[in-house]
């Protein structure tokens, strides 16, 4: 009937069933945080759980690597789940009688393994999680957000490259959920492994995830990274998801720095004399100072020029100030620099490069409007 053209509504007024994911097509890159997210009855859940086939698919591919996951035997399944794929449910599903060193392990304990090696991944797990010396204490010892560290050094354990996690940590208070997304982050800076996070909140997607997919009646609506869909929804759905969003959590200093000012660069011709020229053609007081190569290395101003022309000093003398921030800094961490910085604030890349600068009207201009659709960043 879908492929006849039939809606969702229509298939179930006439069979009773629901379409749970349909035209589904995507790629998660490894050792990423992919987000999926939707309203209740989007079927992100659904979705989630068909890609270690808790539910099984009717049509279509899911591929690991090279393996296609659809076409597995039940024994060969088994060994995915074990091997490649941990899964965190909302609940933390812990066994009361077991304590926590069991509970870790009791996935291990299902495939065979040894108590010696099955007790030693659990302790390295509850250790990464920040539960180290629980071993021996039981479930109900524990606060709910210690127990969701259970539940995630559990999955940790068998030391799996894809975690799934279904609304992991939506049975948590508010301030316990952000210090298990700190930690989940944590983690994953210092082992990347591939991870399918399934949230109905906007702002749990856009803190952790690297990209979002967003569903509405079982079918992906957009795919992209969070500056992407709030700057370009793909529909009215998407627009009324992110409407009001707040950009200081979501924009960094590249996505709104610009080319605007003046830069001089350094070279064996370039001296104190020629820079002031320089500034005086521009008609402005300030310019910033970059190598040949990119790298920023300060703000030369006129005053500052002109006080060493009188010394005699260099050009490297007259850098007022070579403060700047990185490009990957969230709006809402170098607000006030841009307040207090008697200058527009420079913008250096990981390396130093000089990517632009933000002055305090750029900066009213994106809270006032946001970003403006098919603005090109520098």
Do not use: W
């Amino acid at each position: 009937m879908l492929n006849d053209g039939h809606s969702k509504e229509e298939i179930f007024s006439k069979t009773g069933m629901t379409i749970g994911v349909q035209d589904a097509s995507f790629e998660i890159y490894e050792g990423e945080i992919f987000v999926i997210m939707g309203l209740s009855g989007s079927g992100k859940s659904t979705l989630v759980r068909l890609l270690n086939r808790l539910i099984e698919p009717t049509s279509g591919n899911i591929l690991i690597d090279d393996t296609d996951v659809t076409n597995l035997s039940d024994k060969e399944l088994m060994e995915i789940r074990r091997k490649k794929i941990s899964m965190v449910f909302q609940s933390f599903a812990l066994m009361p009688h077991m304590n926590i060193i069991d509970n870790t392990s009791f996935g291990l304990d299902l495939s065979g393994v040894s108590k010696e090696q099955r007790y030693e991944a659990a302790k390295n797990a509850l250790e990464q999680v920040g539960l180290k010396g629980y071993e021996e204490s039981y479930p109900d010892e524990l606060s709910g957000g210690m127990q969701q560290r259970v539940g995630l050094a559990r999955a940790l354990a068998n030391n799996p490259d894809i975690m799934l996690m279904d609304e992991a940590f939506s049975a948590l208070d508010p301030l316990i959920r952000t210090e298990m997304q700190d930690e989940l982050l944590e983690l994953q800076s210092n082992d990347k492994r591939t991870i399918v996070f399934i949230s109905h909140d906007l702002d749990e997607a856009i803190r952790i995830g690297d990209r979002i997919a967003i569903m509405q009646n079982g079918e992906i609506s957009q795919i992209g990274t969070p500056e992407d869909i709030i700057n370009n929804p793909a529909n009215d759905y998407i627009r009324s998801f992110f409407k009001g969003v707040d950009v200081t959590s979501v924009l960094t200093a590249g996505h709104i720095a610009k080319k605007l000012r003046p830069t001089i660069i350094d070279k064996e011709s370039t001296g104190v004399k020629s820079a002031l020229q320089y500034i005086g053609d521009f008609d402005e007081d300030y310019a910033y100072f970059v190598e040949k190569s990119g790298k920023y290395l300060g703000i030369l101003t006129l005053d500052s020029l002109k006080e060493q022309k009188q010394k005699g000093g260099t050009i490297y003398d007259a850098i007022y100030c070579n403060k700047a921030v990185t490009d990957d800094t969230q709006i809402s961490d170098f607000i006030t620099d841009v307040a207090e910085y008697q200058y527009p604030l420079p913008v250096i890349d990981g390396k130093g490069k000089y990517k632009g600068t933000i002055s305090k009207s750029r900066l009213l201009k994106v809270f006032d409007e946001g970003l403006e659709e098919g603005e090109s960043h520098e």
